[in-house]
């Protein structure tokens, strides 16, 4: 950056008067998020502290001392006559792994992210046709009691709504977020700890762009989610594949191919797509690794709310006595897509580096949403939501289950998942799964091929199918489809 370039236009949060953290301690904590995330890039001039403290309506001895506590720690340095920078050689041993400095023109991805989308025909994620996923259901009920919870909003708005609110998002939604993983997922989290973000995708993008330099070596399950496979593509990191079995990720493969991974992403508790959970030996030996190598564990908790035999499997973060994993889940899932809200739990030393990366995203999740959701999951409505939705999912899987059965006992073996919102059909017969969702694409039925998902283990030709948002008589229909289109 040339000497004379001017400050950086800074946007951080607004101090939280009402804190116990005094005001001083939130601007020092927020500078430095930006300098450890990159927001503020080596040599990069900060404001002026008459007008940052005019900025953030704050005293400017206080923007004083803040920049003289990052100047006394290394992570700025003063120039005679020109202002304050921040530091070319910032000191070794930060709390949190700084993320490189964002490129003048963002890079298209490389070459190997557009490979990482499965082959074979594209999946119509707009379409509402079975075995369609990504699908949810939304009885009457739920639609009157969210109406008049979005309407009580609008007619006494918080003034918070018609202003900028936190990256992090509001207190009270953070609040009932982490009352709900601590009830129902066994997460280890307060309030402070929560991030609430535009969809799980965007949870797992701030934290890649946080840890990830290019290069770094990242272990994915294989099989393995196709849009997380892109978004480590496009970060530049090491794919590294670890096989999958019976009790899900296969840690001792991931050692031997690198013990010296940066991070490691996960669905313990629905492997996807193969629907296998991580048993507890599993889940001990991948956490004392990442305690040896200094390593992250990225838990994507994506659908475990809808198990239909016992209660949901507790979470991976709630064992960890280390601060290694990052829980991220999602209400895409369980309430509708279009609602866009996600959330990641983070440990302290990455808190305020994704933070700092979020404001370079979309500042803060949209206010009305975030009001009704808080409204939903505090006064009760979630939960009898997700029971009544449970005996939906549960009558559309068994429906399923049965008509392929029915239908096509030769041409797929099918098992009723006790988890989740789809189920494999795996095919007989030496069947191509890519080829039978050609066919079966034909003929109106949206089946997505498993086989693509594979990276280096040997392929399972199977279809993934999703129930959740299916009336029974449709599955049932097209699971006749389906199976004219393997006999085809």
Not at 75 to 94: K, T, Y
Not at 111 to 137: H, I, K, Q, Y
Not at 141 to 151: A, K
Request: glycine share 8%; net charge positive.
């Amino acid at each position: 950056m040339p000497r004379d370039a001017g400050p950086i236009e800074l946007m951080l949060p607004a101090p939280d008067r009402a804190s116990p953290v005094p005001v001083l301690r939130q601007l020092y904590l927020a500078l430095r998020g930006a300098i450890l995330a990159g927001v503020l890039p080596p040599g990069a001039r900060l404001p002026p502290t008459r007008a940052l403290a005019a900025q953030m309506s704050l005293a400017r001895n206080t923007v004083v001392a803040a920049y003289e506590q990052l100047l006394a720690e290394g992570f700025i340095e003063g120039r005679v006559g020109a202002g304050s920078f921040v530091s070319r050689e910032l000191p070794e041993g930060l709390e949190a792994p700084s993320a490189p400095p964002p490129a003048e023109v963002a890079p298209a991805p490389p070459p190997v992210a557009r490979r990482s989308a499965p082959e074979g025909p594209a999946v119509d994620e707009l379409s509402a046709r079975p075995f369609n996923t990504g699908r949810t259901g939304w009885d009457d009920r739920s639609r009157r009691i969210w109406r008049s919870l979005t309407l009580r909003r609008l007619s006494a708005p918080d003034p918070s709504m018609f202003g900028y609110g936190d990256p992090q998002g509001s207190r009270a939604l953070r609040e009932a977020i982490a009352r709900y993983l601590r009830a129902a997922r066994a997460v280890r989290c307060d309030p402070d700890q929560v991030v609430v973000t535009a969809g799980a995708q965007q949870a797992i993008d701030l934290v890649l762009r946080v840890l990830l330099r290019p290069g770094d070596p990242v272990w994915v399950e294989d099989p393995c989610y196709p849009a997380l496979r892109a978004a480590l593509a496009a970060a530049g990191a090491r794919i590294v594949p670890v096989p999958v079995d019976a009790q899900g990720m296969e840690v001792a493969a991931g050692i031997a191919a690198a013990p010296e991974a940066r991070l490691a992403y996960v669905t313990p508790s629905s492997q996807y797509p193969m629907g296998v959970v991580l048993s507890m030996a599993r889940r001990l030996e991948l956490l004392a690794w990442a305690r040896r190598a200094g390593a992250w564990l990225l838990e994507d908790d994506y659908d475990s709310e809808f198990r239909y035999a016992g209660r949901p499997l507790a979470s991976l973060q709630g064992i960890d006595d280390a601060g290694r994993v990052i829980y991220v889940g999602t209400f895409s899932k369980v309430i509708f897509p279009g609602l866009r809200l996600g959330y990641c739990v983070l440990p302290p030393a990455l808190l305020e580096p994704v933070r700092a990366v979020r404001l370079l995203t979309d500042w803060h999740p949209a206010t009305l949403a975030e009001g009704v959701v808080t409204d939903f999951l505090a006064e009760g409505h979630f939960a009898q939501h997700l029971r009544r939705m449970r005996l939906q999912y549960r009558a559309a899987r068994d429906a399923l289950v049965a008509a392929l059965r029915e239908h096509g006992p030769e041409a797929v073996a099918v098992e009723p998942p006790d988890q989740g919102l789809k189920l494999l059909a795996r095919l007989r017969g030496g069947r191509s799964d890519v080829a039978v969702a050609e066919a079966a694409a034909r003929r109106g039925v949206v089946a997505r091929p498993v086989s693509p998902m594979f990276l280096a283990a040997p392929p399972v030709q199977a279809l993934m199918l999703g129930f959740s948002g299916h009336e029974p008589a449709a599955l049932r229909r097209a699971a006749r489809g389906l199976v004219a289109a393997i006999g085809g």
